[in-house]
């Protein structure tokens, strides 16, 4: 018996095929909207129907990232390109990654406050859907930043979130990192 593994383009096209065929039944007669023949999916994006049963087409459009790696539903949702900035010098790219908006300059990351008594502990608004990690350095302008041990990958929690330093020398600079 031959083995055939299907590529993630030829897996998506092929899902989606069956998700198109499978609509009619699944949203009953009543819900189409047979006028646009339309639809959306929130993991899957804009679907759009041609034809009658069981002629349809799909748009896969997105499924595809910019350069960058933003999403295109991400971009299409927002209506802005990958390099737009709404004036807090973030461009959009950076604000997906981030998880805040785009069109709205008062939202941005970054840190909200520093502590350092008993141990440093760093404040930032955070989103349930990104990891962060803390990091520091010596020196702004010589050396590398390195991650604070233990304090890695850390799930946010969708609100105001903090990250600690324990083993810090007394003079150190810090920034958080944000990963999807």
Do not use: C, I, K
């Given at each position: 018996m031959r083995k055939r593994i299907l590529n993630s383009t030829a897996f998506r096209t092929f899902a989606l095929a069956c998700i198109c065929m499978a609509a009619p039944f699944a949203w009953g007669a009543g819900n189409m909207d047979s006028t646009n023949k339309h639809a959306w999916g929130e993991n899957i994006g804009w679907l759009r129907f041609q034809g009658t049963?069981?002629?349809?087409?799909?748009?896969?459009?997105?499924?595809?990232?910019?350069?960058?790696?933003?999403?295109?539903?991400?971009?299409?949702?927002?209506?802005?390109?990958?390099?737009?900035?709404?004036?807090?010098?973030?461009?959009?790219?950076?604000?997906?990654?981030?998880?805040?908006?785009?069109?709205?300059?008062?939202?941005?990351?970054?840190i909200a406050s520093i502590s350092n008594m008993p141990s440093t502990r760093v404040y930032f608004p955070s989103s349930s859907r990104r990891f962060y990690t803390l990091q520091r350095r010596d020196d702004l302008q010589v050396g590398n930043w390195s991650n604070v041990v233990t304090q890695t990958g850390v799930q946010g929690s969708g609100g105001s979130d903090s990250l600690q330093d324990t083993g810090g020398a007394e003079a150190q600079f810090y920034r958080v990192k944000v990963s999807l």
């Open positions: 049963a069981p002629d349809y087409s799909v748009r896969t459009v997105a499924f595809g990232t910019q350069p960058l790696g933003t999403p295109n539903w991400w971009l299409a949702l927002h209506n802005v390109g990958e390099s737009y900035d709404d004036g807090d010098n973030m461009s959009a790219w950076q604000e997906y990654v981030a998880d805040t908006d785009p069109t709205n300059s008062a939202s941005w990351f970054g």
